[in-house]
Nanobody, 125 residues
Framework: QVQLVESGGGLVQTGGSLRLSCAASGHIFSSASMGWFRQAPGKERDFVAAISWRGGNTYYPDSMKGRFTISRDNAKNTVYLQMNSLKPEDTAVYYC??????????????????WGQGTQVTVSS
């Protein structure tokens, strides 16, 4: 069984930065691709970023490019999301997710097998 635990969320002012972490238990992390999603109040869960099993490939929607960076440390079983130049519209609960297909950079929730509980990010104006 895989457990994912996010951390690093909090309250930040517009223009600030946060780095989210997602620690994974179990033995499949290093052979799995990982993703980040977010869900704002009253909205659907949106794709934020994905990274392949060795970190050699990443994917972002156009709206996230340049501000968000996904990375991973397989020795620590951890994936990160560095968020810069934050805006109030980035306020959401951020979730990490694990996809057992190592090379897929999934953009759909259905492509992920395990999910964390989420961490709240609030950007004040």
């Amino acid at each position: 069984q895989v457990q994912l635990v996010e951390s690093g969320g909090g309250l930040v002012q517009t223009g600030g930065s946060l780095r989210l972490s997602c620690a994974a238990s179990g033995h499949i992390f290093s052979s799995a691709s990982m993703g980040w999603f977010r869900q704002a109040p009253g909205k659907e869960r949106d794709f934020v970023a994905a990274i392949s099993w060795r970190g050699g490939n990443t994917y972002y929607p156009d709206s996230m490019k340049g501000r968000f960076t996904i990375s991973r440390d397989n020795a620590k079983n951890t994936v990160y999301l560095q968020m810069n130049s934050l805006k109030p519209e980035d306020t959401a609960v951020y979730y990490c997710a694990l996809d057992q297909i190592r090379t897929r950079l999934g953009q759909s929730e259905r492509e992920y097998d395990y999910w964390g509980q989420g961490t709240q990010v609030t950007v004040s104006s």
